[in-house]
């Protein structure tokens, strides 16, 4: 890739809007093989919610701030630290539960995503980070 070309592509991605949706982190219930030698094999009592979901104006960059916060130490959410310690990171799973379409949506998109948040949390059953 020549100069020309990346400063091209450099372009490209500072001009495209970052996606805004909804996203859930999803807890599997036995602990990995490295948090099973730091914590107790009893994973029913105490197990934190399996489930947690969020929104962000970018999601691409949200797995990567919530991972990190989480390696940390450092998450503000007390049951996902609580999880990501006792089953491990293997054990947590990032996936987007719904995009939204900012042009589509116009002025009304932060109410939107503030009602799909909330209509998500309760069809699962989640907790809200």
């Known amino acids: 890739m020549n ?8 372009a ?11 996203y859930a982190l999803r807890a599997d219930r036995q602990p ?3 948090a099973s030698a730091r914590m107790p094999q009893d994973t029913t009592a105490g197990t934190p919610p399996a489930i947690w979901i ?17 390696r940390l130490g450092k998450c503000p959410h007390a049951s996902l630290q609580t999880a ?3 089953l491990g990171a293997a054990a947590i799973r990032f996936e987007i539960l719904e995009e939204l379409d900012r042009e589509k949506l116009g002025p009304a ?9 909330e209509y998500w949390i ?7 980070i």
């Open 54 to 70: 969020g929104r962000a104006r970018d999601l691409r960059a949200i797995e990567n701030r919530v991972t990190f916060t989480l």
């Open 109 to 117: 998109l932060e109410r939107t995503l503030k009602e799909r948040h």
């Open 12 to 22: 490209r991605y500072r001009d495209s809007a970052p996606a805004i949706g909804i």
């Open 3 to 10: 100069k020309d070309d990346r400063k091209a592509a450099l």
């Open 84 to 86: 990501w310690l006792k």
């Open 32 to 34: 990995d093989d490295t």
């Open 122 to 128: 309760a069809h699962l059953g989640a907790v809200r």
